[in-house]
């Protein structure tokens, strides 16, 4: 997908968005020059799931 896409891309799964990161360079740049930008935690539906909001 990446080779169509570019290293960066985004999937719509349902109502939640994922980006996608492919390379090294890709990962690179996302976690230690914009560290900032990345640094938050998504939901996981895993976990919304088995603890029904309470964890």
């Known amino acids: 997908i990446s080779q169509r896409y570019g290293p960066v891309f985004t ?3 349902g ?3 994922i980006v996608v990161l492919c390379g090294y360079d890709a990962v690179k740049e996302a976690l230690v ?3 900032e930008e990345f640094s938050g935690r998504g939901e ?3 976990f919304d799931w088995l603890f029904k909001g309470y964890g």
Do not use: G
């Open 33 to 35: 020059d914009q560290a």
């Open 44 to 46: 996981q539906a895993t």
């Open 11 to 13: 999937v719509h799964l």
């Open 15 to 17: 109502p939640r968005r």
